[in-house]
Every structure is written in C-alpha cells, then in structure tokens.
C-alpha cells in the first residue's frame, strides 16, 4: 500500500507547474526514495487496439491518448500493409515502458518473425516493400535487433555521460535555466546524473562522455523469436517514459553479434512540442535519468 506521501508524488507528477516540480523534488530525501516512488506509482492500463494487415512483420506504437493518430493512415507510410499494435494508457500519462511490453505481448500472439517499435508522435515515411526487403536482408539466426542506419533526424550511437561547466552557459531562455537549476540541485543532493544525447558536435563540446550505445531512437526491429524468450518483457517498467530505450540499448546492443544495422531510406516526421512543454519534459526526465544513474553506478550492467 502507497503512503499518503507517495500518492501524493502521484498525483502531482508530469503536472506543467512550477510548483508541482519543486513540490516533487523537494519532497525525496535520496535517490533511493525517488526510485522507490518509480516502482510503486500508479500505472496506467495501456488499451491496445489494432489495424489489421500482415503479420511477419508488426509495428507496436506505444503512446498517450493520441497515439492512433500518429502514421496509421499517412501516405508512404513505412509500416503501410502491416499489422499495426496501437498500445496508449489514454489518460496522457508517460508510460512509454509499459505501453511497450504490452504492446509486444499482444503482437506475439499473432507469431511475427519481425516486431517494430515506433517511437511515440513520429510518423514515418518511405517504402515498405523496400523496408520489408532489408529486413529479410538481414535476417538470420545471430541477429536480435536491427536499427536503421542514420538519417539527417538520428545519429548511429549516442554517448552517456555527465554533464559540464558549458551545459548551463547553453541555455538561452528562462525555462532552459530552470530546468537546468533543478539538475544542478539535484546532482548536489545526489550525486551527479546521467545523460544520453546524440554523438554530434554540439553536445560533444557541453558534456563529459562515458561510452556509447547505439542509438535505438525512431524505431528499432526486433526478432520475434527473440522477443518470446524474453515473454514481452523488453523495457524496464521502473522508467516512466524516456531513457527505458537507452537502458535497453546498453543491455542489449552492446553485446557483439546481436546487431546489424540496415540500409533504407526513410523521412521522420516528429509531432512539435511547444517551448513551454519541452523543459517540463526535461525537468520530469530526471527521475529517468537518477534511476539510468544508480544501474550504472551499482554496476546492472
């Protein structure tokens, strides 16, 4: 049973209020209070809901209310002719990592060779024959999971790392700064935190670099047969939304053989998030990235 405590944490995360983030920060003593709170909170039931199309290959699209809206009946669509596994909690709270494992549990049924996973509010574009044609390319025993090679939206590997004297002198705006100061309280209180970002110049210069993954960002293909052994369970539900697929990437694309990176070509369009929503989602993130933090630093990898 959850304190009155954490209820509360509950109720107040993900809210766009200034006071909620400091409510919520303020309010753990630890790190370890945090991820308690991650493990116990309240999570949605996703709703699955499906379009049907061929089933060798499936595309899993987890999200918010409206991720049934994203890609499902654009033009050159790259998942067009597909079956499509729609898996959203409906009430716009992140569970990214529950939506996933429930979304992959439903598609299994249905005996894929190939699972897609589409990151949520992208849409994709580009030739699903000539998608289908390299993953069959790929396919053999060894390989797990396959990522598409990069496009102008994505970079090949992201770099895990901590941040730097420049990371704070870099944001422009107010809100850029205050999400930056409730970081920086933080890693005084707890010790400084994680971060993942793309391998380009920009954030090469801001931060300081540990290693790299490949970046699984967009979406990844993953083997069905691999995905059974597993029962569905591929992201770690403890994340509430962002960084359970960069903890997947340093779980499973680390270990040699099990990745092959593909050739084809694709657009990404990625639904705007106004200025004003997109510190809250960073400020939020950090929950994510304490809990990223303390697997590395208890060696869970």
């Known amino acids: 049973m959850m304190s009155d405590f954490m209820k509360r944490m509950d109720t107040i995360f993900y809210q766009q209020s200034f006071d909620a983030v400091n409510e919520f920060f ?16 309240r999570r ?12 060798d290959i499936i595309a899993v699209i987890p999200g918010n209310a409206h991720t049934e809206n994203v890609g499902s009946h654009s033009d050159g669509d790259l998942f ?3 079956r499509k596994i729609y898996s959203g909690t409906g009430d716009g709270r992140p569970d990214f990592s529950v939506c996933v494992n429930e979304g992959i549990r439903f598609a299994l049924k249905y005996e894929p060779e190939w699972i897609v996973i589409s990151s949520p509010n992208t849409s994709l574009y580009g030739n699903s024959r000539e998608f289908r044609k390299a993953v069959s390319h790929a396919a053999n025993d060894h ?8 496009s102008v939206m994505k970079s090949k590997y992201m770099r895990i790392g901590r941040r730097n004297v420049l990371s704070g002198k870099l944001n422009i705006n107010r809100l850029e700064k205050w999400a930056y100061e409730i970081e920086e309280n933080l890693s005084s209180r707890f010790g400084e935190i994680y971060i993942a970002e793309p391998m380009d110049i920009l954030h090469r210069a801001m931060n300081r670099w540990t290693f790299s993954v490949a970046n699984t960002s967009s979406f990844i293909v993953l083997s069905g047969k691999w995905l059974k052994s597993l029962n569905g369970h591929v992201m770690d539900e403890t994340f509430t939304s962002s960084y359970c697929e960069v903890d997947f990437s340093i779980r499973h694309t680390r270990k040699t053989g099990n990745v092959s990176f593909i050739d ?5 369009h990625k639904q705007k998030i106004s200025r004003f929503s997109l510190p809250f989602e960073h400020v939020w993130d950090l929950c994510n990235r304490i809990y ?4 590395i630093n208890n060696s869970y990898y």
């Open 264 to 268: 084809l070509p694709y657009r990404v």
């Open 80 to 82: 067009g002719g597909f």
């Open 44 to 55: 949605a039931e996703p709703v699955i809901s499906e379009i049907e199309g061929l089933d």
């Open 26 to 41: 303020s309010g753990f003593s630890s790190e370890a209070s945090i991820i308690e709170w991650m493990r116990k909170r």
């Open 292 to 295: 990223l933090t303390h697997k």
């Open 143 to 150: 390989n797990r999971i396959l990522i598409p090679d990069p």
